[in-house]
């Protein structure tokens, strides 16, 4: 039994609340084995005719999950650890894309990574005034997992695409717009993403990361370069990962389909050395001054990248 996690039954809702306030609520092994055997346990309860998740504190609802802990288990147990992990983590990212009760989730202040995960796929998605939406994966050598390529591959035009690779995070009506929320609770701001839809949907397209970023360095509005200085400090294979991942995933039939995808490509990514360098940069030593191998997208061999998927059909 995980501590860092409460459940609780009233008034025909099973409450599932993430309680590590001072992590964001980030997400550990333990936290989502506990929550996917609950979640299964409540599908036949009569008392629970629907679920609401939230998270503790006022950060916000799910930093993602604690890749911290991932990166040390990964030093010590290697591949095993990485399957476990991702096993369970998209097992229940699944349950809930596909629970047979209503599912509503709050993300409230920060939401990233493994968060999105479990509350991009619910019935009903709350953002606040204050709600941060990201899948900030590149910056840490991984791609945009969790199943949400299904949503951000289907975001208007070419957005989804500058999420993916940019690991930019949004507020609440840009994450209304993307598909990625239901509804706002508050005044909020309105949305910047379709001031930026012309210069976004002309550079990403295509299958070419090099391509992209530099059609962003050579457009003249200067957002379009600011945005390619970004991705020249994400990881580059990573980046070119993320672009093939979400062209798929933007032919697959379901969310299910695409944490198959997902389990695929994250194994490998994380035995990758980007995987630990980019946590080391970001989270342990906080210098942000990753050593990306390899170091420019210029140098991505697009033969392994291609290796990645080739069993997926």
């Known amino acids: 039994m995980s501590d860092d996690v409460r459940f609780e039954i009233a008034d025909g809702v099973g ?3 993430l309680d590590r306030p001072r992590q964001i609520n980030a997400l550990t092994l333990p936290m989502l084995a506990e929550i996917g055997d609950r ?9 629970v005719e629907r679920v609401h998740l939230s998270g503790a504190g006022e950060r916000g609802f799910c930093s993602g999950a604690d890749v911290r802990a991932v990166r040390t288990d990964l030093a010590e147990r290697g591949e095993v650890a990485a399957e476990v992990f991702f096993t369970i983590e998209y097992a229940v990212d699944a349950l809930i894309a596909n629970y047979p ?8 202040g920060i ?18 005034p204050d709600s941060r939406l990201a899948m900030p994966e590149t910056i840490i050598g991984l791609f945009p ?37 239901d509804r706002v609770v508050g005044d909020v701001s309105p949305a910047v993403l379709p001031g930026q839809r012309e210069w976004i949907d002309a550079c990403y397209v295509g299958d070419d990361p090099l ?41 697959l039939p379901d969310v299910a ?13 994380v035995l990758r050395p980007d995987f630990s360098e980019g946590v080391r940069a970001q989270v342990v030593d906080k210098d942000r001054n990753p050593t990306w191998a390899p170091e420019r997208l210029e140098d991505v061999d697009p033969a392994e990248v291609a290796a990645l998927f080739r069993d997926l059909g």
């Open 145 to 181: 997992d969790v199943g949400v390529l299904w949503e951000l591959s289907r975001a208007p035009g070419e957005l989804g695409t500058h999420l993916a690779l940019t690991g930019s995070g949004v507020g609440a009506a840009d994450a209304v717009l993307l598909g990625l929320a």
């Open 211 to 251: 391509a992209i970023v530099q059609r962003l360095e050579e457009h003249p509005d200067a957002e379009a370069n600011e945005t390619a200085a970004v991705l020249r400090q994400r990881c580059p294979f990573a980046v070119a990962v993320s672009l093939a991942a979400i062209r798929r995933a933007a032919t």
């Open 111 to 128: 939401t990233m990574g493994g968060g999105m995960g479990l509350a991009a796929h619910c019935d009903e998605r709350v953002v606040r």
């Open 39 to 47: 979640l299964a346990d409540w599908v036949d309860a009569d008392a």
């Open 257 to 269: 389909a695409v944490l198959g995808q997902d389990l695929a490509l994250a194994v490998p990514m």
């Open 15 to 17: 409450h599932v609340t």
């Open 101 to 108: 009760k209503p599912v509503r989730a709050d993300l409230f």
